[in-house]
């Protein structure tokens, strides 16, 4: 119930390509789904987040389209850029924990 | 500000020997955590404090002892370490409320080798 399963593991796109990358989870408790951005060496940061009452919510090239019904979120990344080479970890916040759960994370790589 | 600070960012460890992660923050936040990364794992709770003086176990947290020493400060202590222990450890803060709901600051990491 408390589980985000986040796919693909890993990731390659040519330069400006989409890159996407998907989560699903159970609990229906949940209400806030965060996206994490983490380069090499360095902590996780959050990038865009999404409240289940919008499908979508899009911030420069990145989107986030949240499916309430399909329990299911994905991060679309356009005109994808090799600094955008990082590991993306989805979330989700809610319910009686309190806590974010967390995706286990992909790892993107963007070839110039 | 310096946002979330971790000490130290690197350190060998020999099996059984002990050490103190330590962490501050200058946001100011309430709640503070720890987690560890491992490959194809994620982010892992191990321990979080949601106010000074409160702290509670997260999904990992054998092996680990933490110490809300103040608002700011929230130490990780492994008391006789293992090579399963070998990670990343980060820690982080967040001020939840209804403008940023849990939204967490994370520090940069210390990078843990067990032997």
Not at chain 1, 64 to 73: E, G, L
Not at chain 1, 78 to 85: E, K, R
Request: with cysteine; net charge positive.
């Amino acid at each position: 119930q408390q589980q985000v399963k986040q796919s693909p593991q890993s990731l390659i796109v040519q330069k400006g390509g989409i890159s996407i990358i998907n989560c699903a989870y159970e609990n229906t408790a949940f209400d806030y789904f965060p996206w994490y951005q983490q380069f090499p060496g360095k902590g996780p940061a959050l990038l865009i987040a999404i409240r289940p009452d919008v499908s979508e919510k899009k911030e420069g090239r990145f989107t986030i389209s949240f499916n309430k019904s399909a329990k299911q979120f994905s991060l679309h990344i356009m005109d994808s850029q090799p600094g955008d080479s990082a590991t993306y970890f989805c979330a989700a916040y809610g319910g009686a924990t309190n806590k974010l759960i967390f995706g286990t994370g992909t790892l993107l790589a963007v070839q110039p | 500000n310096a946002g979330v600070t971790q000490t130290p960012k690197f350190q060998v460890l020999k099996t059984g020997q002990s050490m103190t992660l330590q962490c501050a923050q200058d946001m100011n936040h309430n709640s503070m955590y720890w987690y560890r990364q491992d490959p194809g794992m994620g982010l892992r709770l191990i321990y979080y404090s949601a106010s000074e003086g409160t702290t509670d176990k997260g999904e990992v947290p054998n092996g680990y002892n933490v110490s809300r020493l103040n608002k700011r400060e929230f130490s990780l202590r492994l008391e006789s370490a293992a090579p399963s222990q070998t990670s990343v450890y980060f820690c982080a803060s967040s001020e939840p409320g209804l403008a940023t709901m849990e939204t967490q600051y994370f520090g940069p990491g210390t990078r843990l080798l067990v032997l």
